[in-house]
C-alpha cells in the first residue's frame, strides 16, 4: 500500500507542477502581451512627443516673429490713426466749405464770387478766406472753370516786373 500512495502522491505532485505550468504559461504570454502594449504605446508617445517638439517649436518661433513685429505694427497702427483723423478733418473742413457755397474739382475746392472787385481786393478777400487767386494747372481744369459762365481774376501778376 505504501507503494500506491507514493504513486498517488507522484501523481498529484505531476499534477501541480502541470497546473503550476499552465499558470506560468498563462502569466508568460500576459506579461509578453502587456510589454508589447507597453512598448507600442511608447513608441507612439515618442511620437507624440517628437510631433510635439516640432509643433512648440513651430509655435515659438511664429510668437518670436509676432513679439517682433507687434511695436511696428503699433507704429503703424498709431500712424493710421492720426491719418485717418486728418482725413476726417479735411472732410469736415471740405464739407464746411461746399455748405458755404464753395465747389469741389480735382482735389481743389473753388469760390466764385458775385462781387465784382479789382485784382487786388480779389485776393485780398481770397487771402482772408484762408486761399488764393485760381491758378489754372491743366485743361480739364479750364473747361471745368468755363462752366461757371463769369469772367475771373487769376492768380497770376506781373506787379514785380511791372511795378504796379
Known sequence: ????????????????????????????AALNVSLRLLLMFSDHNKLDTHDFQAEYSTVSTEKDVLQTSQPLLWKKHTELKQECNKLQRKLYNLEKFLQQGWSYFNSSIYFISSERKSWSSSRKDCRERSADLVIINSREEQEYLKRFGVDMWMGLTDADSEGL
Do not use: D, K, W
Open 1 to 28: 500500500m505504501h507503494f500506491l500512495v507514493t504513486l498517488s502522491l507522484c501523481h498529484r505532485s505531476y499534477r501541480i507542477a502541470a497546473v503550476c505550468f499552465g499558470v506560468l504559461c498563462v502569466l508568460q
